[in-house]
């Protein structure tokens, strides 16, 4: 029987990891969070009684996106090709269409490993981080009148195509995603409202004094008028308040968000590489 763990002991583990690799790991906690450990109890290795590998499956729609870790000291005896092995077992691999191994841009152990692996490199992500002295010495948004809403149960289809728009999924694929998610998941977001209609969508998740923006869009009929820079903006103002630090993610390859963001004051500060698995 292996030993009973915690997410904290996953924690301690990346801690561990990322102090010892100069790296920083993309784990989706709250995703992590909204599950019992119980979920990824075949996910998990140990040794000497500790856990020392980890590997976390994080279904998107279609879309699986995989990430893990091993002790430093554990390296070398095969443990994380183990856990992908389990992890993308035969049924889990025909349930999704596309697979994403992820990585820190800077992890050379990831790099070692996934040249050896089935796998391609498809596309990376920034990682940006608000910098109060940045927007100092930017223009001043448009003052342009936004508010924002917890969404509802009833918003399910709304978030649904925001994310079609947004971010060039398929029907089918945002139906899937949000028929997963419970209430709570679903109230994490918030609906952008302009003059009394919805009309974009952003959620927030709180770690360690760390704000990380996600899924943040604006509907496409709507873009160009202020809206995202002043939703952004009232994000900022409101994390700020609460003493968090800021972050979000940008693809490489979406100029238009990458320059909102920079105009608000995020700075890129590190990547995260997402690997295709070739079945």
């Known amino acids: 029987m292996k030993p009973t763990w915690t997410w904290a002991d996953v924690e301690t583990l990346q801690h561990l990891v990322e102090e010892h690799d100069g790296i920083a790991l993309k784990l989706n906690w709250d995703t992590l969070h909204s599950r019992s450990e119980d979920s990824a109890a075949e996910l998990v290795e140990f040794r000497d009684g500790q856990l020392v590998a980890f590997l976390g499956l994080y279904p998107f729609g279609n879309t699986l996106e995989v990430c893990g870790m091993v002790h430093p000291k554990y390296r070398g005896q095969g443990l994380f090709t183990s856990l992908l092995r389990r992890g993308l077992n035969s049924d889990t691999v025909v349930s999704y269409s596309t697979i994403l191994l992820n990585a820190p841009?800077?992890?050379?152990t990831a790099k070692k490993f996934l040249a050896d692996y089935p796998c391609r490199f498809d596309f990376s992500e920034y990682q940006m981080k608000y910098g109060l002295e940045a927007v100092l010495a930017?223009?001043?948004?448009?003052?342009?009148?936004v508010t924002l809403r917890q969404a509802l149960d009833a918003d399910r289809p709304l978030l649904?195509?925001?994310?079609?728009?947004?971010?060039?999924l398929t029907a089918e694929e945002t139906r899937l995603f949000y028929e997963t998610l419970n209430n709570h998941e679903i109230e994490q977001n918030e609906l952008i409202v302009h003059k009394g209609e919805s009309v974009g969508k952003i959620r927030v998740s709180r770690r360690d004094r760390e704000a990380w923006i996600?899924?943040?869009?604006?509907?496409s009929s709507r873009r160009g008028?202020?809206?995202?820079?002043?939703s952004l903006r009232q994000v900022i103002d409101r994390e700020r308040a609460g003493d968090y630090e800021i972050w979000l993610e940008v693809a490489l390859n979406n100029p238009q968000a990458m320059k909102l963001y920079e105009q608000a004051g995020f700075r890129v500060c590190r990547s995260q590489d997402y690997y295709a698995y070739l079945r």
Do not use: C, K, M, T
């Open 138 to 145: 930017s223009q001043p948004p448009r003052d342009i009148h």
């Open 225 to 230: 008028q202020g809206i995202g820079s002043s």
């Open 160 to 168: 649904a195509r925001l994310d079609q728009e947004g971010f060039g």
């Open 214 to 219: 996600y899924g943040f869009v604006v509907s």
């Open 105 to 108: 841009g800077n992890s050379e």
